[in-house]
């Protein structure tokens, strides 16, 4: 049976071993595989059925009937009676007068969708009259505005106006149900996304509806709270603008920012997200789905770990200590001067340390500084935190795999820094120079007493930190928005930061900052582009062989084998598994 | 005011309990109604106390006691009367059993509405609210007093009524 459909669009079968079914859809016939939601069948075929509760996340309680559509099925037969088949070995539809959810019914033999006919328009009519009966139509005043799937649905199946004269029920706005959501009874529709999150994903269901009837409202508890650490998703699923951010609410209409896909950089799982920003300045960030790494979810912490990209502490301009102070300066003066600072010293007097927070290509580039320098001293600063049993990774650095393949770093992480700590305390290091990191704080566990010693401390970083204010020379790097690049996360998989914003002031990208340096300490070596970093990687560390900073894609590629798994994502498999959700 | 459960309760409400092996949240129901009749009301020690004994979120309780309006989340009088308002009473005459009962019993129900549909009465002796059909609507008006039904309550007979509670 060739189904009629375009190529690119044909459904193809997941596993083999599940038996496919033909459907019928708006009158051509497709194949999938048995157990298949309608509404994933359509999606499928690009026929796209509109809904706000179903969620392939999680479970479908089918509530909001936005995803009624017009279904059929064979006739049944008498006893002995032969089907009657067409042509291609069809069956006629006999087509119900009742329609039926896509979301929660599976596809069957010889069943036919309509997701555009009379009755299925009908329905969309009609369900979206009746949710709107309610709601305050304050769209000028609220966040989600621009990217409201009631908004969307009432333009594409709506019906342009209402016939409701009656008095709106009055619910609770405004409501502060927890550190970092608002809650606005009058615009939620009861999809209840929200309830089943906290539930079924986070595991903490302080959220139901109270009041069932026309007065229901979403509440959490008296004297609870939504204060989990993965609250802002439920912000993120809401179809409309009833949860919004504390955060992000009224800071940035959405049509306005730019998104650019990249990766969270608050610990070691590299969570892929979105990045909304607008003219220089990040927004906010969003989970970005993907399969292998964090579903379609992200912890808070991360989340909301980007406003240091616009801190008052923020070095616009490279600076350079003259008599004790430090004074701007130009990026070759202050490049200069730190070659001649670092030169005047032997391989075995310098310390590189570099940060794990790095790119990979940036650690390429902070290896050839080491090697061009012959510095015999180079650590990184590991951070061992907490793990949860959800997407959080017990590394806090996001690209310790990187560290480890590029630098050559092997065994004790911390056991490096505490010998380059020792060095430096007894005087045998009398240059650092410190990409990344500051040295005074508990994780590196320098001390000013000991920094102050050193002949030359060459500072690369974001912010006017401690040690930067010890710094012979202070070079103003770029945050992870700012930077094109790549990183390894906990489960050795290799993916792609993509630039969002310019860097700030005159601060430059780090690897062109290293690359300058290495060219004023050892000579030129031709680099021009952050492509041809990568370039000069994948042909000198085997890893990353034949591949480009292209072919990483958006949703990354599997590098090296590290043996962790991403808890959250196991359990998801066994939801997947016994068919609770689509995934 | 701490919130004990009486151990003779809690005994039957733990066999209750026994009664749903297949998921302890289906005693939701039947635990309400005996706290609710034990104490009068549910408080919100009552919704924390049920969710506890089934380890159910409070909210899932909630979400229970709020959809119900047999269940009270106020503490009602000594007697509490409820008058029947769906369509048979109301066109016999609830609307004025009720004015009746509310002058007679010395309630003022200016403060109710529909988060707080109870009044109670100054001295705390009656309290009264607007219940639907209570199922006897060849008898209108209809009214309960606790778990007492009264047929045929014209504004005439609520003087005798009330007298009868003590």
Known sequence: MPPAATDEKKPTAETPAVPMVNVQIDGQWYQFPK??????????????????????????????????VEMGMPPRLAPGQEPEKDGEGHQPIQWIPRPAIACANTVAENMGIRTDSELTRGCRHGVMELLLINHPLDCPICDQAGECRLQEFSVEHGTGGSRFREQKVKKPKNVDIGPRIRLDDERCIMCSRCVRFTDEIADDPVLGFTERGSHTVLAVHPGHELANNYSLNTVDICPVGALTSNDFRFQMRVWFLKETKSICTDCGRGCNTLIGSREGRVYRQTPRENNDVNSAWMCDHGRLNFHYLDSELRLSAPLVKDEGVHKESTWPKAIQRAATALKAHGGSEIAVVVSSRMTNEELFMAKRLIDTLGAEHVATVPRAGEPDAYLIAADKNPNTQGARLILGLEGDLAAGLDSVRRGVADGRIKAVVTLQEDLLTPEAGFDAQTLDGLEALVVLHLLANPTAQMASVVLPGAGFAEKRGSMINVTGRLQRLNKATEPFGQSLDDWEILRDLIQAIGGGNGIYLIEDVFKQLAAGVEEFEGLTLSKIGDLGVPLIETGETVPLLERERERIAKGQIVG | MSFTVPQELEKEIDERITHYPVSKR??????LHALQHHFGYLSEEAVEWTAAKLELQPIKVLEVVTFYPGFRQEAPGKYHIRVCRTLSCAMAGSYELMEALCEKGEIDRSAVSHHHPIAVGKDGKFSIEFAECLASCGFGPVCMVNDEFHENVTPDKVEDLLSKYE
Do not use: F, W
């Open chain 1, 35 to 68: 157990g298949t939601r309608m509404i994933e069948a359509c999606r499928q075929v690009g026929k796209d059925v509109p809904h706000y509760c179903y969620h392939p996340k999680l479970t479908s309680p089918g509530n909001c009937r936005m995803c009624l």
């Open chain 2, 26 to 31: 289906s005693a939701v129901l039947p635990i």
